[in-house]
């Protein structure tokens, strides 16, 4: 069962752009992450934010939580080619802050 | 320092063969996980563990099995392989105890065909 979709599922910008990436959640989470995949690799975690948190920054990221809205997006300023992979959202959810449920991603491509 | 190990990195197996994908990490991590990941989907759960000794089912459990012996690592068992077993198989581990959560460490995953 996925908790957290992505949207949009496919994005492509020109580097230098910023790149915005939503996720969309079903019920009451304790933490959302996002994730970056690059092609063939295993995931890196990116940031995590938790319920009581409205917005975390690490270097060019940005990710944002509407608990109301069940939404959370994220924002990578200045893009460069080797942002181009995948990105998904994962939200820890009931008893777990840790236990993880994943959304299908977004692919993203930085053209040059 | 290693992070998350996982061997071998491609498998390609028979149906009804069996095998084993290794899973090492080496940070002292409690949890640690199975996904499996297949085209257009998300990463699903197929095992985890919270700790050595204990294990318990994800949402795709079954064709597989997993022990945690120690706390570095984590084998999943394919016991008879089914070509709807073909994936890219990733480990992860997280610490629980102070200061967690902290997000997932993954090793490079197992692409498996089963042909």
């Known amino acids: 069962s996925q908790q957290g979709e992505e949207d949009p599922q496919a994005l492509s910008i020109q580097e230098g752009e910023n790149a915005t990436m939503n996720c969309s959640y079903k019920?009451?989470?304790?933490?959302l992450q996002w994730y970056r995949q690059n092609s063939g690799r295993g995931l890196v975690h990116l940031i995590l934010?938790?319920?009581n948190e409205r917005e975390k920054h690490s270097g060019r990221l940005r990710v944002t939580l509407d608990t109301s809205k069940k939404s959370s997006s994220l924002l990578i300023t200045a893009s460069r080619a080797a942002d181009t992979a995948s990105y998904f959202c994962?939200?820890?959810?009931?008893?777990?802050?840790?236990?993880?449920?994943w959304g299908a991603g977004t692919k993203l491509i930085i053209k040059p | 320092n290693a992070g998350v190990t996982q061997t071998p990195k491609f498998q390609v197996l028979k149906t009804g063969q069996s095998m084993t994908l290794q899973c090492a990490q080496d940070?002292?991590?409690?949890?640690m996980s199975w996904y499996r990941q297949d085209p257009g989907m998300g990463l699903r759960l197929i095992h985890y563990?919270?700790?050595?000794?204990?294990?318990d089912q994800g949402e795709v459990p079954n064709g597989y099995n997993v022990s945690r012996s120690t706390t570095e690592d984590f084998p999943l068992r394919l016991l008879s392989a089914a070509p709807s077993q073909t994936s890219v198989y990733f480990c992860?581990?997280?610490?629980?105890?102070?200061?967690?959560?902290?997000?997932?460490?993954f090793g490079s995953g197992t692409r498996l065909t089963v042909v």
């Open positions: 940070m002292n991590h409690e949890y």
């Open positions: 992860a581990s997280s610490p629980l105890g102070q200061g967690a959560p902290r997000g997932y460490t």
């Open positions: 019920t009451s989470i304790n933490n």
């Open positions: 563990s919270v700790g050595a000794g204990i294990t």
């Open positions: 994962a939200t820890a959810q009931g008893d777990s802050n840790y236990q993880l449920i």
């Open positions: 934010i938790r319920s």
